[in-house]
């Protein structure tokens, strides 16, 4: 019943500083305020969303459409315009008052205007403080004072008027500047660069349209249910599915917008962008043609997602493209590249392997980024549909292959995905049994299990999480704990314990071929198997480590309308091992080694670091205040570099002065460059959670009564056949 069921996090970024996915076709010029209103289709939608979240069959916990919820959409969807209250001043808010409690008649009469006009002014005041900000660049700023910039104004009160927002803006781009004069440039590369900057972000929010207003209103509508509940338009719609079964039809390149131009970020290995050779990261793409002679159709100023739409397309067809070369100035002539369209599978996006020796121990690690099940070839009956966990087990054989003693599942930042890939791996490594309960709307609990017969890994097994690793996850890591089959290491995680289902708008009948896109709501909590719940707690580690971000800072209790934790009957099941007889020797001997462990020593120290410069929340803005700590980060990052050169460690620089850019001002092809040799810097959290379970093997080992009191003779699964 479940086998279609996602659990996902979702987010809502600032319409300001990210140009949404949008269904609409064409080009991306600049939307006037005339052309900003609400469509036919989009009133349809809104009533068929309507039409489902106020339903409690299909709601776990569904809420009346009133002035009561009105008022709370009201409120999301004036953050999700103006997060850091940068745009709006208190006289703006004043006069949205008319519009707090009339949303619910709006989405139930099928009138979205107020959404729309709230959205007219937010273009009008983006206008607006650009354009002072492009005024401040006139004159050079005083970096002598002792003035700061309060950076984080999510819980700043509204500006009381215009002169107010100036004065937060004056900080704001002198902050800018301090940060371009630190890294060198001068007080004309400083305005040409910030002057750009600003046009920018005007422009990008100028080519938001309507299909991305009703996408952001409509998602302060479904948030104001519950946090993991959520709108997506058709577009957003196709993006997220083709993230779930990690495979698209296109020419296998990552797009990044770059000023005018949609540039190459990265090439796909082994799609059919890199099997022709032709085509390079940091390359411009300028025009796009269909076909072996469609015309070709100039994308320059293009928003990136109508770029994405043209360049995609069905397996064998052709697609052609006008490009300029990454070292060709923007007046020199592109270059024609014809490329024909293929499956592309997203495998840097798949679970991947390594070994990592300890000692004469050695440790096999599964990284795996998230829960992916291909939903559609599943239900087609496919043997051979792509899943996290048919990708798992077929490393853990190649593992088992290269004898190593003990297994690390990593699922750090691994935010969730499909529920039955959650049920599916925990079979890999127990011989039959409850997973995880699930409590649907109207209380009625089941039990999801593995079924099958046999284990992929017997041996030792670790799970590696933080406070990122997410509802998939926490369902894997709580049943691994429950059962004690394997040692939980790192952070406590997110804590959610509610369950998403995709429901597609466009399956009610209707008369024309319009898209209404998909909306995830919440139908369900899951509870672990002792009957504990990782809603807001999530999973507390056997043996932890340095926290980065704790529960008042991230994690589901961030949430303010988060369902609550509570408890139900626990689901009987085996208890495959005792491992907290393990823990006060592991404990020990961890303490000892990473005090001593250089890496993991400079990762904690940067925790520290990190969590004490958050707090303050402000940014001197003092140039000699803010030198001096550039200065002792450079000589601590150098120090650091020193060591490790000494002690025979050939790494790339690990990081660099803050150049004073944003993303999208650096270059392509030396961000492409930087994050690929990220990937081979030190992983000090990974090496010792080997460590700790290399640890425990020796533990083990060596001591036969505490081995009896920490394996039962009652485990003996059987290792499923090649």
Request: aromatic residues 6%; without cysteine.
């Amino acid at each position: 019943m479940l086998k279609h069921k996602l659990i996902a996090l979702s987010a809502a970024l600032p319409l300001a500083l990210a140009v949404a996915a949008s269904s609409a076709p064409g080009g991306s010029a600049p939307t006037s305020l005339e052309e900003l209103s609400p469509s036919a289709e989009q009133a349809a939608a809104a009533r068929l969303v309507y039409g489902i979240l106020s339903d409690s069959r299909y709601v776990y916990r569904a809420k009346p459409l009133d002035d009561a919820l009105s008022a709370e959409i009201h409120r999301r969807y004036l953050e999700s315009l103006d997060s850091q209250k940068l745009f709006f001043t208190q006289a703006d808010i004043t006069r949205f008052e008319a519009y707090r409690n009339g949303h619910d008649d709006a989405i139930k009469n099928q009138r979205l205007d107020p959404a729309y006009e709230i959205f007219k002014t937010y273009l009008q005041r983006v206008d607006e403080r650009v354009a002072h900000a492009r005024r401040l660049l006139a004159k050079p700023f005083d970096f002598s004072s002792n003035e700061t910039w309060a950076y984080d104004r999510e819980d700043a009160r509204w500006a009381a008027n215009a002169a107010e927002l100036d004065e937060a803006w004056r900080k704001y781009v002198k902050n800018d500047a301090l940060r371009l004069r630190l890294a060198g440039r001068d007080q004309a590369e400083i305005r040409k660069t910030l002057d750009k900057r600003y046009a920018g972000l005007a422009e990008r929010v100028h080519e938001l349209r309507g299909d991305d207003v009703f996408e952001s209103f409509m998602n302060a509508y479904a948030t104001s249910i519950d946090p993991h509940t959520s709108y997506m338009a058709p577009r957003s719609a196709e993006n997220f599915n083709m993230q779930m079964r990690l495979s698209l039809e296109g020419i296998g390149a990552v797009l990044q917008r770059q000023d005018e131009f949609v540039v190459i970020r990265t090439i796909v290995p082994g799609g059919p962008a890199d099997n022709g050779g032709k085509l390079k990261v940091g390359d411009r793409v300028v025009a796009v043609g269909q076909g072996a002679s469609g015309p070709m159709v100039d994308v320059v100023g293009w928003r990136i997602d109508d770029v994405v739409a043209l360049i995609r397309g069905k397996k064998g067809t052709q697609v052609r493209l006008d490009v300029l070369p990454a070292e060709a100035g923007t007046d020199a002539k592109p270059q024609p590249i014809s490329i024909i369209r293929d499956k592309v599978k997203l495998e840097q996006q798949a679970a991947q392997k390594r070994v990592i020796d300890i000692g004469d121990r050695r440790i096999g690690v599964v990284e795996l980024p998230t829960f992916y099940l291909d939903f559609e070839a599943r239900r087609r009956g496919d043997k051979d549909a792509r899943s996290a966990t048919a990708d798992v087990a077929r490393l853990l054989r190649e593992l088992r292959a290269e004898k190593v003693d003990g297994v690390v599942i990593d699922l750090r930042d691994n935010g969730g995905g499909s529920l039955l890939e959650a049920v599916e791996l925990t079979g890999l490594f127990i011989d039959q049994g409850p997973v995880v309960q699930v409590r649907e709307t109207g209380g009625r609990v089941s039990v999801e299990s593995d079924d099958m017969t046999g284990v992929a890994w017997d041996g030792p097994l670790a799970v590696l999480v933080n406070r990122s690793s997410a509802s998939a996850s926490e369902i894997f890591a709580a049943a691994i704990q429950d059962y004690g089959r394997g040692l939980i290491i790192g952070e406590p995680t997110f804590g959610k314990g509610t369950v998403q289902s995709l429901i597609d708008l466009d399956r009610f009948p209707r008369k024309d071929q319009a898209k209404f896109g998909q909306v995830k709501l919440t139908v369900a909590q899951f509870f672990r198997v002792d009957g504990g719940t990782t809603q807001h707690a999530g999973v507390l580690p056997d043996l932890a480590f340095p926290v980065s971000l704790d529960a008042s800072e991230y994690g589901e209790s961030t949430y303010d309308n988060a369902l609550p934790a509570t408890r139900i009957a626990r689901a009987p099941h085996g208890n495959l091992g005792n491992l907290a007889a393990l823990r006060p020797q592991l404990l020990q001997q961890h303490k000892a080694r990473v005090a001593t462990d250089r890496e993991f020593r400079w990762w904690a120290e940067d925790v520290a670091t990190f969590r004490a410069e958050r707090d303050k929340k402000t940014l001197s803005l003092n140039e000699t205040v803010r030198a001096a700590e550039r200065d002792r980060l450079a000589a601590e990052r150098k120090q650091r570099e020193a060591e490790r050169k000494a002690a025979g460690i050939d790494v790339a620089s690990l990081a660099r002065d803050d150049d004073g850019l944003a993303a999208s001002e650096r270059s392509v092809a030396q961000q492409a460059a930087e994050e690929e040799a990220a990937k081979n810097r030190p992983d000090p959290l990974l090496r010792e959670s080997a460590a700790i379970l290399a640890d425990a093997l020796d533990l083990l080992s060596a001591d036969r009564q505490l081995t009896a009191q920490v394996l039962p003779v009652t485990r003996q699964p059987t290792v499923w056949a090649e």
